[in-house]
């Protein structure tokens, strides 16, 4: 019961002949966050998540999911709701079909949570012939209707107009509330979990670039712009993430520990966009960022 | 019962532009002592936003003294804001519409004023917390 | 489970039911002749325990008069291979192929738990239709069974025990072929392969020594088989024990014929015998149960490695 909803220590994986996926990962999640889990294509956020969903072993480290190995411990899945990319279901099958095939393989069912994400769906339809919205939701339903306690969606966004996407995460957010799961989503669209998650883990190239509460992360980071000038160090600033340069101007994305006294300097807010978009950038170092003082990493 | 609504764009955290709406609502008399606020769950279907983030505002209202939540019946408004506020509205609105002919006449456009109010408003608050 | 593999394969277990029923319409419309020959010219009296006089022309008579059908039955060989391809291969196979076990494998139970309860309930099913078809076979050439044995190769794989084996070996086959190839389409084509290279190896090397084959010296001329059992080798060897070879026969042949004396006497007066090695037919059961314990083996040994196989595969 006390166990983490997910611990990652030294994970690695590596697909046959291939890089590396995912490389010497230590990460936590704690219990009731929404967390979003962020990057660009192939930065190893579906490997993550099918690690997690006993659906790949990895090939250095280990990955526990309350406490317990996903794989050695199938048990551990009926708590687990996880919706893969592309929602994959069986197209023949109809909606009611899919989810008897829910109640049966789940032993901790609840028809009322699945049903509610399902108003103006046919029973009776085929799921080849739903759109893509109506897929997205019913791969939620399904994996909501097992009451789990972690809840794991790769790219659900993916597809989806904004109609359907809003929509979505409405009835995420609300069965969240329902069932005070944790949840971990990745998306490559920051618009799209932006509004809801309370930590965020930035991955890039199988490695973790950034993790952190998402508030104490934009809290600590500002947006410096003022004229070009060798750079010397700025009371305020712990440490500077990102310098752009064009024309008499420099701009620099910086950790603070203070208020910035020169007046030389404006200082705006950074957008949780350009926080990421930062971090990820190639020019940063290829270790994974922990720094020391400020409080990246939460505690239950 | 207040509706919330959400400006993603604005920089503000969420919870700040809850507790925000219930305070103006408070203020402007749409919303009195003993009115329920909607459910966390009803927040959160409808606006889609974090239920930690929602549950934190009422927590910050009822920290305030605005609000109580009663077990399992809902969150309730437990005083409301001075009304005396509202006269000064009245005063600073129409100071503000003098201000804001000034400033189309001085050739701003919408986005300028903006820009110039939101920095404005800023670094004054930033100078009465340092 | 047993809902979720019903639902998954019910097309399966209509098909199979169509193919019963069609098989067994034709089998019934093609034996109505059959029986009418076999009753008309009293064959039931020209088994091989006590032939009388005139059957050596009715029997071989009868059977070429038929023997397209019989032939024709011989594809019935094919139908445990079915199992194998269109129910074996798919039920792994498809689902990663489609990448529904993203789906299938992260419910609440385990793969494991998910590969036995489907092959089991598969297998269950597999061995009643296969039961079924094998019954229909007996049924169908029980005349031919009556007249020329069952124990040799052109009823033994298509009767019996075994037909229901070789089902299960093949459904088997096609679960683990799955698993390994991970498409259905080479899975199909791995379990044809395999299916037909084993039954084949079985069949021509193993099957013949079940139990130790007995011999008889033939004094008659030719090869003439035993009617009912099955004969494996036919040996010419000299008055010494030796093979004779087939030069050394056809000199022989030769030399009789110049010297205008019957070949088979010239044989036998050399001292030269045919040695028969063959099964009886009395065996069938005995083999039915050698060959079918073997296949169900092996069955059970792809199934235990397919579950071994299935927690460790890195999809």
């Not at chain 3, 008069?65 to 032939?71: I, K, N, P, Q, R």
């Not at chain 3, 069938?284 to 397919?306: D, K, P, R, S, Y």
């Amino acid at each position: 019961m006390s166990a983490p909803p997910l611990v990652a220590q030294g994970l690695g994986k590596r697909f046959r002949r291939r890089d590396w996926a995912l490389r010497d990962l230590m990460l936590t999640i704690p219990k009731g966050g929404i967390v979003g889990l962020a990057g660009p294509n192939a930065a190893g956020k579906s490997t993550l998540l099918s690690l997690a969903a006993g659906l790949l072993a990895p090939s250095e480290g280990s990955i526990e999911v309350f406490g317990r190995n996903p794989l050695q411990a199938p048990e551990v899945l009926a708590e687990v709701g996880y919706v893969a990319q592309g929602a994959p279901l069986y197209r023949s099958f109809r909606v009611a079909d899919t989810l008897e095939y829910a109640r049966r393989t789940n032993p901790r069912w609840d028809t009322e949570i699945a049903i509610e994400l399902l108003t103006h769906i046919d029973s009776r339809a085929k799921v080849g012939a739903l759109s893509a919205g109506e897929r997205a939701r019913l791969a939620l339903a399904l994996a909501l209707g097992k009451r789990p306690r972690l809840v794991l969606l790769d790219e659900p966004f993916a597809s989806l107009d904004p109609l359907a996407g809003r929509e979505l995460l409405q009835l995420l957010m609300d069965g969240v509330a329902e069932l005070g799961a944790t949840v971990i989503v990745a998306s490559h669209v920051v618009a799209d979990i932006q509004r809801v998650c309370d930590h965020i883990v930035l991955l890039s190239s199988g490695c973790v670039r950034l993790e952190g509460d998402v508030e104490e992360l934009l809290d600590s980071h500002r947006l410096l712009t003022g004229p070009r000038r060798p750079l010397g160090s700025i009371r305020g600033v712990r440490e500077i993430v990102r310098e752009r340069y064009s024309g008499r101007q420099q701009t620099l994305l910086a950790i603070t520990d203070g208020p910035i006294a020169d007046p030389s300097w404006t200082v705006d807010p950074v957008s949780l966009e350009e926080l990421l978009l930062a971090y990820m950038a190639p020019e940063r170092l290829p270790t994974p960022r922990r720094a020391e003082g400020i409080p990246l990493r939460w505690h239950g | 019962m207040i509706e919330f609504h959400l400006d993603s764009q604005s920089g503000v955290a969420t919870y700040l532009q809850i507790v925000r709406q219930v305070k103006d609502a408070l203020r402007l008399g749409t919303l009195d002592v003993g009115d329920q606020l909607p459910t966390v769950r009803e927040v959160v279907a409808d606006l889609a936003v974090n239920p930690n983030t929602v549950a934190k505002a009422y927590r910050e209202l009822e920290h305030e003294g605005l609000v109580v939540a009663r077990q399992g019946r809902g969150t309730f408004i437990a005083r409301t804001l001075a009304p005396a506020s509202l006269q000064h509205h009245e005063e600073l609105r129409e100071e503000l519409e003098r201000w804001l002919a000034l400033a189309r006449r001085a050739g701003l456009d919408e986005e300028s004023i903006r820009a110039l109010v939101s920095t404005t408003l800023r670094e004054s608050l930033a100078r009465r917390v340092a | 489970m047993a809902w979720v593999t019903w639902r998954q394969h019910r097309a399966h277990a209509f098909g199979a039911l169509g193919l019963l029923v069609a098989l067994a319409v034709a089998a019934v419309l093609t034996h109505l002749p059959i029986a009418s020959a076999f009753g008309h010219d009293s064959l039931s009296a020209c088994l091989p325990s006590a032939p009388r006089t005139g059957c050596d022309i009715i029997v071989p008579h009868f059977e070429s008069e038929f023997s397209g059908l019989v032939t024709a039955t011989r594809v019935m060989a094919v139908l445990p291979l079915l199992a194998g391809l269109f129910v074996g291969a798919p039920l792994i196979a498809r689902e990663l192929e489609f990448g529904t076990y993203r789906f299938a494998w992260t419910q609440g139970v385990s793969r494991r738990h998910w590969l036995l309860s489907k092959t089991a309930l598969l297998a269950v099913g597999t061995l009643v239709a296969a039961g079924a078809a094998s019954l229909l076979v007996m049924w169908w050439r029980s005349p031919f069974d009556q007249l020329e044995g069952r124990i040799g190769p052109s009823g033994f794989d298509i009767e019996g025990i075994v037909v229901p084996a070789y089902a299960l070996f093949a459904l088997a086959l096609g679960v683990l072929a799955g698993l390994v190839f991970r498409r259905t389409v080479a899975a199909m084509t791995a379990t044809l392969v395999a299916f037909g290279a084993t039954r084949a190896l079985v069949a021509d090397f193993v099957r013949p020594h079940f139990v130790a084959p007995l011999h008889r010296v033939i004094a008659a001329p030719s090869t003439s088989a035993v009617p009912g059992d099955w004969v494996l080798s036919n040996t010419l060897v000299n008055a010494g024990g030796q093979r004779v070879t087939a030069g050394n026969e056809e000199l022989a042949v030769l030399h009789a014929q110049q010297a205008g004396i019957d070949p088979h006497t010239y044989i036998l007066t050399l001292g030269w015998k045919r040695i028969v090695s063959y099964q009886p037919a009395g065996r069938f059961w005995t083999f039915q149960l050698f060959e079918a314990g073997l296949f169900v083996a092996l069955a059970v040994a792809l199934i235990l490695v397919t579950l071994w196989l299935v927690r460790r595969t890195p999809v």
